[in-house]
Nanobody
Framework: QVQLVESGGGLVQAGDSLRLSCAAS????????MGWFRQAPGKEREFVAA????????YYTDSVKGRFTVSRDNAKNMVHLQMNSLKPEDTAVYSC????????????????????WGQGTQVTVSS
């Protein structure tokens, strides 16, 4: 049974940092590209960041470039999202997702291509 469990969310002030983590089980983690998405109230799910199965390539949405960093530890079946200089508009439920990937350096930004999803963790940034 595949499980993705996010942690690390919380309530912070603008300018603060948070580190989200996603623990994967039930999959051969190194065979999966990973993505982070977010959904704010009343808005559609939005792509945030992605990392290839090898960790050798990453991709970010423009609004988080230079502030967020995605990383993974294949030995621990974990993917992380380091979020710095947080803004109120970053407030959302953040979810990780996994996609089986035969390509070592492929990253994916469309939520429709992901195979598995976590339940999400709330991030709230106050002004």
């Amino acid at each position: 049974q595949v499980q993705l469990v996010e942690s690390g969310g919380g309530l912070v002030q603008a300018g603060d940092s948070l580190r989200l983590s996603c623990a994967a089980s039930g999959v051969t983690f190194s065979s999966y590209a990973m993505g982070w998405f977010r959904q704010a109230p009343g808005k559609e799910r939005e792509f945030v960041a992605a990392i290839a199965r090898s960790g050798g390539r990453t991709y970010y949405t423009d609004s988080v470039k230079g502030r967020f960093t995605v990383s993974r530890d294949n030995a621990k079946n974990m993917v992380h999202l380091q979020m710095n200089s947080l803004k109120p508009e970053d407030t959302a439920v953040y979810s990780c997702a996994a996609r089986f990937s035969g390509a070592v350096y492929s990253v994916y930004s469309s939520p429709s291509v992901y195979d598995y999803w976590g339940q999400g963790t709330q991030v709230t940034v106050s002004s």
